[in-house]
């Protein structure tokens, strides 16, 4: 299976913050990898697939980027309804699977 | 409104089994396969299996395997997830996500049922 180790495990960051999150897999994923956003006792939404494109409906202010084993998600400007826990998650060969998730805090 | 609706929660003991159904809306349901994922609490997500919406092809993650059935019924855009002989460590909350043609990508998700099994 293909591990999927994010970090950090947790930040703590302010209103109006640029806020960088890594996702790292085990091996090469080419650019199949999507980005979560979760807030507490809801589903998860999807912000960014295929690495960097972004989902209809998701702020600007959302952007991610790499390819083969390293990407990162980054929030340019950190909004108070954006304080939730993000996931990565690759999708190149099954099983599909998650990272453990970056918990952003506020400061 | 653009939707999947998860069966309510449910408590079973050791060794039963569970199923729950996703009644999927407003989209064309036989366009979209669906996957079963779950969340442990404070744990990350883990995907079980996908189930085609129209012939019922599958795929189950092995850790699953021999134990989860996903099945579909397009008459009434439901999808279900059967889980047997469960364990204490089968509780979780367990969602419906449909997934993106263009790759394993979750676009829509029910609104996760809790199962907990517990003597």
């Known amino acids: 299976d293909i591990q999927m180790t994010q970090s950090p495990s947790s930040v703590s960051a302010s209103v109006g913050d640029r806020v960088t999150i890594t996702c790292r897999a085990s091996?090469?994923?080419?650019?199949?990898l999507a980005w979560y956003q979760q807030k507490p006792g809801k589903a998860p939404k999807l912000l960014i697939y295929v690495a960097s494109t972004l989902q209809s409906g998701v702020p600007l202010r959302f952007s991610g980027s790499g390819s083969g084993t390293d990407f990162t998600l980054t929030i340019s400007s950190l909004q108070p309804e954006d304080f939730a826990t993000y996931y990565c998650q690759q999708s190149n060969s099954f099983p599909w699977t998650f990272g453990q998730g970056t918990k952003v805090e506020i400061k | 409104q653009v939707q999947l609706v998860q069966s309510g929660d449910e408590v079973r003991k050791p060794g039963a089994s569970v199923s729950v159904s996703c009644k999927a809306s407003?989209?064309?349901?036989?366009?979209?396969?669906i996957s079963w994922l779950r969340q442990a609490p404070g744990k990350r997500l883990h995907w079980m299996g996908w189930?085609?919406?129209?012939?019922?092809?599958?795929n189950y993650a092995q850790n699953f395997q021999g134990r989860v059935t996903m099945t579909t019924d397009p008459s009434t855009a439901t999808a279900y997830m059967e889980l047997t002989t469960l364990r204490s460590d089968d509780t979780a909350v367990y969602y419906c996500?449909?997934?993106?043609?263009?790759?394993?990508?979750?676009?829509?998700w029910g609104q996760g049922t809790l199962v907990t099994v517990s003597s």
């Open positions: 996500a449909r997934f993106l043609n263009a790759g394993g990508f979750f676009d829509l």
């Open positions: 091996q090469g994923i080419s650019s199949w």
């Open positions: 407003g989209y064309t349901f036989s366009q979209y396969g």
């Open positions: 189930v085609g919406p129209n012939k019922g092809n599958t």
